[in-house]
């Protein structure tokens, strides 16, 4: 339930939380039968008066939003019909309230943006990881060469050298046969997501996913109109030995993976998989989507080579953001082949047009320079150490606390007893300045909500330490809770 | 017909040829009728063997894609069904044939990115017109004091400070109040389309754009699926007149405008049609798309208020690119308000995660200069002198080819007479070197092919002259052709 209230507005705040509430109901952010905040914790929330909240909450009534339940709690309804506002002129903006939309207003958005002192949330490298004066000298060095690429627009496809240093960065850093006519250079792998979705995924559609996976991935394919497809993650990965019987009976349009420390669980994709999963979608024809942030960043030797390394009739779209080489720069390349390229070209220009010429040059360089191995080396170092100081810590949780120890990638995957629900955890977290991934994020359906996962590389070592202490004792107080 | 065989590739180039040209019917980007290019043509196009050609044309023949007709030329064929082809695993990639999409694989790209010396189809600003020099410092300066920026992440929606910054800009340029709240920062003002169109567009909508129009915005409602309703444009702009019994009828999801030079025929759109427009959706509860590319570059007075400002409702969801402010950026800015622009932050989530912070800092820096208004300035006088001296050359023209001198904006848009059809003269004009946008581009249905749109501003002084000059014989040609 987070939002801002315009406190410029000339619209009353009463009237601003009505809509917003009114707003996440009809686009399904809220779903019926959610027991909303009570009056004094929502008051709190958005710093307003209760009475404002009061008089919010009794027009959402009035016009059936939701129901208030006498010591129960504020429900939302089940809805039969859209509830349109009855005098649209006197309530600005309430129109729009009738205006139907495609998207399922990005559940992951809900917990994207945390403002905890302590964020554990985000999957991200520290800032002060990465080698910035090097890059700064990167960038002044080009524009000083080339003052225009400020001012020029570059390819659809992308800078044609970026496009070759990516190709001898992927031959080099992952055994990835590209030439660069086979990539795209995209606004970050999200966007890499996005076009694969909007180009290949319709209304009605299937789209398998491993459960969990990462939040994003399963709004996109959503906001498509998809119908999702859960195949279970363990140990080695997405149980592919599950598949068969799946693709033949909702023949998807395509399979998500994250082979290589997979988000959340951390898992990694055993080679024999690999295989097994190529000859499914052969066999099929099915397309596979290779999502693969941050393979380099690996702490007990290199991960197996990937999917797309394996791909001789092009069924893979293999995805790299630039996680690990300038986050700020949202560069991501998507490398395919075929016919299936083309049609994602198509896309990227209709999407933007192209991806701005400076980020480009910049990631070019830098993916060039002989630095980027020792950063990268450095990087493994710097981020090992903070998983094995975690891992430390972690041992003296109680016993009924699973931790999955991760040999790669940024993040730790931590399971509770089935009784502790991790959103309300979240909660309590939040009051301490501290936050997380909840496991309810990363299901499409049947969330298993006792999960929580945290990034060990997107804060400074001090705030991680702190945080996970202070998580700690969160997470000991509802283990104990859940045994009185 | 353009594209690139990749001659690194295993595949072999008749089989390329083939899988590039059946992929082109099965996603309707060669409509059922047109005729191919003639076997020595494409040879020459392709640089290639005829020998490779006639075998591919036999392949795709014997697919059922297209008929030879003797004397004739090539076809292409009705689909009564999608032919996959027969034995997908000695054809590399040929499966890929058989993958659904629901893009119509951006009939825009065709035309944009042209490779002629003078190319004068694409709407942009010469590099050499930027303060290039100065944005440099601009960025080495932001760097040195925050090198930071290159490694972080910023705000899904936008930088604060570059929203303030806009704010302020969008008052003193353009009247426009509007609070940092109410913006959304986009790469470009292309992705602010498709943000709109990908929340609010959906299957079987209808979307009224002006006839003509921007090209790719048409390219981008059809990709969600929508039917387009066209209205015409005169001298005034938009014909408001004709837009209440359409609207009654299809009752669209939005009507897209461009008010200020309207792309591609300059027209400016009055300001009593603007009020009447906003009118119309106010009384109709439909959206309006104002997108307001170039509005700083007027040679004879500046152009009415935007909609946007007289928005009380929040109908307009309004544009802005940074075509005149470092166009290799790809900044944009959307304001809109209320619940629309919740909705919209969400999409642009999902769709990039926000866009790259340092071309946000240093676009935040470039506007909040003084060197912008001086930039401005010289900027309009710039092109002011370019578009009088083709207004000089074009005065040369015969009499049955009409001109609209533009009283701003980046374009020419001339009128031919009705029989000569500005697809051949392409054809022809590119064998001189030269290239322009084709009326046909512009239209969603019946296009007006006697239409051509030249662009005074992308290239130098030079190969304008030169360009115009080019473009003139071939003009001629045509005209003459036609009464011989």
């Given at each position: ?183 795209l250079i995209t606004c970050g792998s999200q966007q890499g997501i996005e076009l694969v979705a909007k ?17 994003a991935?399963?709004?996109i ?98 995805l790299?953001g630039s ?7 949202r560069i991501g390349v998507l ?9 994602l070209?198509?896309a990227k220009?209709?999407s933007d047009?192209g991806t ?129």
């Amino acid at each position: 339930m987070k939002w801002e209230l315009n406190r410029l507005s000339e619209i009353p705040l009463t009237k601003q939380i009505y809509q917003a509430i009114a707003d996440k109901i009809l686009s399904n952010l809220i779903a019926a039968g959610t027991l909303l905040p009570s009056v004094r914790n929502l008051s709190k929330e958005l710093k307003v008066s209760t009475d404002t909240v009061i008089q919010a909450y009794r027009d959402l009534e009035k016009d059936g939003f939701i129901t208030r339940l006498q010591g129960k709690g504020t429900f939302v309804n089940q809805r039969e019909q859209k509830p349109v506002p009855k005098s649209p002129n006197t309530l600005p903006y309430a129109w729009q309230l009738s205006v139907q939309d495609y998207l399922p207003r990005a559940y992951f958005s809900n917990h994207a943006q945390s403002h905890e002192k302590n964020n554990l949330s985000i999957s991200r490298i520290n800032p002060g990881l990465f080698p910035n004066r090097f890059i700064e000298k990167l960038i002044s060095d080009e524009l000083l060469q080339n003052s225009k690429s400020i001012s020029t627009y570059g390819e659809i496809q992308g800078d044609k050298e970026l496009r070759e240093v990516f190709a001898r960065y992927l031959k080099k850093e992952h055994k990835l046969k590209t030439s660069p006519q086979d990539l795209l250079i995209t606004c970050g792998s999200q966007q890499g997501i996005e076009l694969v979705a909007k180009s290949f995924v319709g209304p009605g559609d299937f789209v398998m996913v491993e459960a969990p996976t990462y939040p994003a991935a399963i709004d996109i394919f959503r906001s498509r109109g998809a119908s999702i497809i859960q195949v279970p993650v363990d140990q080695q990965g997405l149980r592919v030995d599950l598949l068969d019987p799946l693709v033949e009976k909702y023949k998807p349009r395509l399979i998500y993976t994250i082979p290589n420390f997979q988000n959340p669980t951390g898992a990694v994709l055993s080679f024999p998989r690999r295989q097994e999963l190529l000859h499914i979608a052969q066999r099929t024809n099915t397309l596979i989507v290779e999502d693969d942030p941050w393979s380099e960043i690996y702490f007990d030797g290199c991960p197996p080579l990937p999917l797309k390394s394996l791909d001789t009739y092009g069924h893979v779209i293999y995805l790299k953001g630039s996680k690990i080489i300038g986050p700020g720069c949202r560069i991501g390349v998507l490398a395919a082949n075929g016919t299936l390229l083309s049609r994602l070209i198509a896309a990227k220009g209709l999407s933007d047009l192209g991806t701005p010429l400076l980020n480009q040059k910049v990631v070019s360089l830098l993916l060039d320079s002989k630095r980027i191995s020792t950063h990268t080396e450095k990087l493994r170092t710097a981020l090992e150490i903070r998983r094995d100081m975690i891992t430390e810590m972690l041992k003296k949780l109680p016993d009924v606390v699973t931790v999955n120890v991760p040999t790669g990638g940024l993040n730790y995957w931590i399971t509770l007893p089935a009784c502790v629900n991790t959103d309300n955890l979240l909660y309590e977290a939040k009051k301490e300045g501290v936050s997380f991934m909840p496991g309810s994020a990363f299901y499409a359906h049947a969330p298993e909500c006792h999960h929580l996962r945290i990034c060990f590389s997107s804060v400074d070592e001090y705030s991680l330490q702190d945080g996970v202490h202070k998580l700690f004792k969160v997470m000991n107080r509802a283990v104990k809770g859940r045994k009185e």
